[in-house]
């Protein structure tokens, strides 16, 4: 480039714009005769952002104390969107303590997502909540409200107890699974 040339573009910045553009348009519209070569710009464009990790462990604290830790397979973190949020397609398991650091529940299920904003989890799938009193719920999805420290669902549910089995729709609980009540209990089943 002459020293003529590199003034004139500094000169007029809109001028080195405009080609750049120029230049993106003849090569997105020569794509457009290959629809593979549009195909794997589509995909590089959806990937683009992605955080992914293995074997991920996440620890949620408060004041000092562990309230929570997720491990997960696999989690994909999607940051540019207009609510960031993550997604564990490959399953979760959730281990939820007392102040004294001990565990007082624990969950699995194949699927999560994590609304960071919202603070929000959404858990789905053979979801399955046990707490250390030997009690067991059972649902196909469940919310876990960070903020309000509770965990909820509108589904069908069914608690194992020692002494019964439970059945309903619609569940409250804190998120130990220490304290719940069932919305709408639809049958009880004595195991003594």
């Not at 491990?71 to 398991?93: D, H, I, N, S």
Request: aromatic share 12%; proline share 4%; hydrophobic share 35%.
């Amino acid at each position: 480039m002459t020293p003529f040339q590199f003034i004139y573009l500094k000169k007029f910045p809109s001028l080195a714009s405009t080609l750049a553009l120029v230049f993106i348009i003849l090569f997105l519209s020569s794509c457009q005769k290959d629809p593979e070569k549009l195909k794997k710009i589509s995909k590089l464009n959806a990937n683009l952002g992605i955080e992914r990790a293995i074997e991920v462990d996440i620890n949620y604290t408060d004041s000092g104390f562990l309230k929570a830790k997720i491990t997960a397979p696999l989690m994909e973190r999607y940051p540019q969107k207009v609510e960031p949020y993550m997604e564990m397609r490959k399953g979760v398991k959730g281990y939820f303590y007392n102040r004294n650091g001990l565990v007082e529940s624990s969950l699995t299920a194949d699927y999560a997502i994590s609304y960071e904003n919202r603070k929000l989890i959404e858990v789905r799938h053979r979801v399955s909540v046990k707490n250390n009193r030997g009690e067991e719920l059972e649902t196909e999805k469940l919310m876990w409200d960070q903020r309000a420290e509770k965990i909820y669902t509108d589904q069908f549910i069914k608690i194992k107890t020692p002494d019964e089995i439970l059945y309903g729709n619609g569940f409250e609980s804190n998120q130990n699974f220490t304290r719940y009540r069932i919305k709408n209990l639809k049958g009880r089943v004595s195991l003594k």
